[in-house]
């Protein structure tokens, strides 16, 4: 059975063709520019691949209400060409297939449940600090919706005293995002944050961010394991230093088995940058089975 999958991101579209085992056969990745430009090429790859249905991981913010008008739709995007685009309907009307659709962190989190570390539980959280920070949440096996989706890229922060930064964030100035994903580090340091290496202090705040962060989630939604992944993370030695604050903001109120090993509680990314595409796989072959129950 052959599925597609969709990494809709800003930048760049990843495509592929895989199968129910999470075997990519195929992929492209194609420039992201206007809709009008851009979903076409995206509908000539999908084309004739004989696919069953397609799974969409998206930038958003997105509609996921199913009972919408404007379901499938990206909504409020800051990519303007992109605002109120029906990019699940564009492809169910010219595919005539099951489509798939959730928020690239969701898609990532799913990918990571199907096929990487997070096999073995059900309730995680997959925490993306690139260009934006997102957050997917899974609770008891299920992607986490609610009114809209998680936006945990942009809770509103405490500034540590020794930061005069303002932020970046248009909409928050300081939330986490504005604080701690990369062009907040390169704004605040003043170069892109993969040539700061040299400079320890840089790593610091950084970790005492994403701690903070992470103590917050930990309280608020009991995961069970949590993934750091996105561009910053690469940055070597920085989630050592994220786990070692962590315990230190916990300061020993939460005492589980999980907490006792936080190099198993709280990991890089496991499938190789793949979690992503793998994750809209999952997401079409989802709806696939659900579709095909309701017929
Ligand atoms: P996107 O979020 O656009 O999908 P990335 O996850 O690669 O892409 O994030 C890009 C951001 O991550 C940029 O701000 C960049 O400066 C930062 N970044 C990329 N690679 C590294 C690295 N090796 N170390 C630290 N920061 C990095
Ligand atoms: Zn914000």
């Not at 705040?205 to 750091?228: C, D, G, R, W």
């Not at 604050?245 to 190789?272: F, H, N, W």
Request: with cysteine.
């Amino acid at each position: 059975m052959l599925f597609g999958a969709l990494e809709a991101g800003g930048t760049k579209m990843v495509c592929a063709i895989g199968n129910e085992k999470g075997e990519i056969l195929e992929r492209v990745s194609i420039p992201t520019e206007t809709p009008e430009v851009t979903l076409p090429k995206l509908l000539a790859y999908f084309e004739g691949k004989g696919i069953l249905a397609l799974g969409i991981g998206c930038f958003g913010p997105i509609d996921l209400n199913e009972s919408s008008d404007t379901y499938g739709y990206i909504t409020t995007t800051p990519k303007l060409p992109w605002v109120n685009c029906d990019i699940c309907g564009y492809f169910r009307e010219h595919l005539q297939i099951p489509v798939g659709f959730d928020t690239d962190v969701n898609g990532s989190l799913l990918g990571e449940a199907t096929w990487g570390c997070l096999q073995d539980v059900k309730n995680a959280m997959y925490i993306t600090i690139g260009t934006g920070i997102g957050a997917g949440v899974m609770t008891e096996g299920k992607l986490l919706h609610g009114m809209l989706h998680p936006e945990c890229g942009h809770m509103l922060m405490p500034v540590r005293s020794d930061d005069t930064y303002g932020g970046k964030c248009p909409y928050h100035g300081t939330c986490l995002e504005g604080l701690a994903a990369g062009p907040a580090i390169e704004a605040r340091w003043g170069q892109k944050a993969e040539t700061l290496y040299d400079r320890p202090e840089v790593w610091e705040l950084e970790a005492h961010y994403l701690a903070v962060a992470v103590v917050n989630f930990i309280m608020t939604l009991s995961p069970q394991k949590i993934i750091l992944g996105g561009g910053v993370m690469h940055k070597d030695g920085l989630m050592p230093m994220v786990r070692q604050k962590v315990k230190e903001q916990m300061a020993g109120y939460i005492r589980t088995k999980e907490l006792e090993d936080l190099d198993s509680y709280l990991v890089l990314p496991s499938l190789d940058d793949n979690q992503g595409i793998l994750g809209a796989l999952k997401l079409g072959m989802d709806r696939y089975e659900k579709e095909k129950t309701v017929c």
